[in-house]
């Protein structure tokens, strides 16, 4: 079965740091664009950041270019997620995704796989 498992959530400072990692099984990553989106309380799921195939393109919302680096370990089946400069209006529940290979890659709805989330959480 395919399963995205994220880890690295917490509790962090403004201004700090997290890594998060999604692992996946049930597939192989080269095969899909991957992504990482988030979804605050009584908001809608926002891209975060972007990857394809092979890491030689990155994409990334507005809100968190320069500040967040996605990457991604074909080998391991590993997608990365690093967040500095973590402001609270980051703190939110990021999810890992793995992606149709065409169109645009800043919509949840390029999703095929979903991971459960991990919560972030940024403190002022």
């Known amino acids: 079965q395919v399963q995205l498992v994220e880890s690295g959530g917490g509790l962090v400072q403004a201004g700090g740091s997290l890594r998060l990692a999604c692992a996946v099984s049930?597939?192989?990553?080269?095969?899909?664009?991957m992504g990482w989106f988030r979804q605050a309380p009584g908001k809608e799921r926002e891209f975060v950041a972007g990857?394809?195939?092979?890491?030689?393109?990155?994409y990334y919302g507005d809100s968190v270019k320069g500040r967040f680096t996605i990457s991604r370990d074909n080998a391991k089946n590993l997608v990365a997620l690093q967040m500095n400069s973590l402001k609270p209006e980051d703190t939110a529940v990021y999810y890992c995704?793995?992606?149709?290979?065409?169109?645009?890659?800043?919509?949840?709805?390029?999703?095929?796989?979903w991971g459960q989330g991990t919560q972030v959480t940024v403190s002022s």
């Open positions: 995704a793995a992606l149709r290979d065409y169109g645009n890659i800043r919509t949840p709805d390029a999703a095929y796989y």
């Open positions: 049930g597939l192989t990553i080269t095969n899909y664009r």
């Open positions: 990857i394809e195939w092979k890491g030689i393109h990155t």
